[in-house]
């Protein structure tokens, strides 16, 4: 593991980032950044979580055992944090996205950039959240808009463990500089064009995991498991081509790499819940006390889907067990006993 206390991004200029959100993901990345020499200012919404970041350099709350990089100031006024900040990095469960992006919209300028690291759909419209935030800035001052994927778990990348991401604008350079920005030793960040792709690459991964996490719940074994990430991996794709992405976006980083991490990883929200319907859990507590982005993108993307033509049965396995019109075991039972290569 490396010193976190060192600069590992020597050849990048230095550059004044907003994070906005200090969860799990929100403070791993804003590790990152102090740890390649960058100034850091890190916006909550949890005071709690602000007072500990400045007086114990931790987070216990999302990131226990995590000594946070001294670099990393806690701001509690959120036009402090975004003044004269060259990145904004939003870091928010997908559904306050919305309403965090039409607070900063009269704090932006056009020359500063926006990644949002979240991964979902919007409630409602189903919108990219991409799509959401530049909605919501408007166009009078809007700045360049992107997205982070990819198979990171926060603590790890936190702790400085190996860790490769993709961020994807669709402007290139706004790509490349964010790449700048991040990449290090530890941290390897790789870069697209195709902001649609990734981001619905992100938000099936989760919904795909969910189907993982029943295998494991219902101990079906690794051969099972592996069939199911097989065919999950074909519905991405076609998912993904259908509704504007490009297919290749989907074998990345954004889509297989990170179903291997959502779909296998004990820290893993989507995985667990998917484990606790597999098993017969009290799931619907763990959904109520927990983000778990799968559970709504399953049924925005079911919707989206529904006129497609597509034959997605996973999907709609997936679907009808959140929606409880069938038991895991009864739903999955049926998913093998029908299923059929053509």
């Known amino acids: ?181 991040l990449q290090n030793e530890w941290v390897k960040v790789d870069t697209t064009t195709d902001l649609c792709g990734l981001e619905l690459s992100s938000t099936l991964k989760n919904v795909y995991a969910i189907a993982l996490g029943v295998c494991d719940g219902m101990g079906l074994g690794a051969n099972t498991k592996a069939f199911v990430g097989t065919l999950a991996m074909d519905e991405m794709g076609r998912i993904c081509e259908a509704l504007g992405g490009r297919h290749a976006t989907v074998h990345g980083l954004a889509g297989l790499g990170d179903l291997l991490t959502t779909g296998y990883s004990k820290h893993s929200r989507n995985r667990t819940i998917g484990e606790m319907l597999g098993s017969g859990d009290d799931w619907r507590r763990f959904r109520d006390e927990k983000t778990v982005e799968g559970v709504v993108a399953c049924g925005a993307i079911n919707q989206l889907m529904s006129e497609s033509g597509l034959d997605l049965p996973l999907l709609g396995t997936i679907d009808a067990i959140l929606c409880e019109r069938a038991a895991a075991p009864v739903a999955m039972g049926e998913f093998f006993g029908e299923f059929r290569y053509r």
């Open 1 to 181: 593991m490396l010193n976190p206390y060192t600069p590992h991004n020597l050849n990048a200029m230095t550059e004044i980032i907003a994070v906005v959100g200090a969860g799990n993901m929100g403070t791993a990345v804003a590790q990152v950044l102090a740890s390649n020499g960058h100034t850091v200012r890190a916006w909550s919404i949890e005071t709690d979580v602000l007072e500990e970041m400045r007086d114990q350099q931790a987070n216990t709350k999302y990131l226990e055992g995590v000594e946070l990089h001294p670099g990393i100031e806690a701001v509690w006024d959120l036009e402090k944090a975004v003044a004269g900040s060259d990145v904004i990095v939003l870091s928010v469960p997908s559904q306050i996205v919305a309403g965090m992006a039409r607070d900063l919209s009269p704090l932006l300028r056009p020359e500063q950039i926006v990644l949002n690291v979240a991964k979902g759909l919007e409630s409602g419209t189903n919108c990219r959240l991409s799509e959401v935030i530049s909605r919501e800035l408007g166009t009078k001052t809007r700045p360049a808009v992107g997205s982070m994927g990819g198979p990171a778990i926060a603590i790890e990348t936190a702790r400085g463990m190996t860790t490769a991401v993709i961020v994807a604008f669709e402007d290139e350079n706004s790509a490349r500089r964010v790449q700048g920005l």
